[in-house]
């Protein structure tokens, strides 16, 4: 997969995780972006390590589903680290 097929994968990806998870995370597109690529390399990472799979191509469910599921465990992260909370604000 090419670096910009990797990019649009980490912004979509990330735009995915932070709809899924509930509550009101911060940033924009630009700190979506880096969460989403981030968390497509360590799902690749992990995927690669547990599943005996990786991030082939881009087109791939597999793929997908591994960068989604990468970027909303560094999305939590990141959640911890900056104190926010995934619950929803009144």
Do not use: Y
Not at 4 to 30: C, N, S, T, Y
Not at 47 to 75: E, K, R
């Amino acid at each position: 997969m090419g670096f910009i097929a990797f990019i649009i994968l980490g912004l979509i990806a990330g735009a995915i995780a932070k709809a899924i998870l509930p509550g009101r995370q911060g940033g924009g597109w630009i700190a979506t972006l880096i969460l989403g690529v981030i968390g497509a390399l360590l799902g690749g990472w992990l995927g690669g390590i547990i599943f005996n799979t990786d991030l082939g191509g881009f087109f791939d469910l597999s793929t997908w589903l591994l960068a989604i599921g990468g970027s909303i465990i560094v999305l939590l992260i990141w959640g911890l680290i900056t104190g926010r909370s995934n619950r929803a604000t009144r």
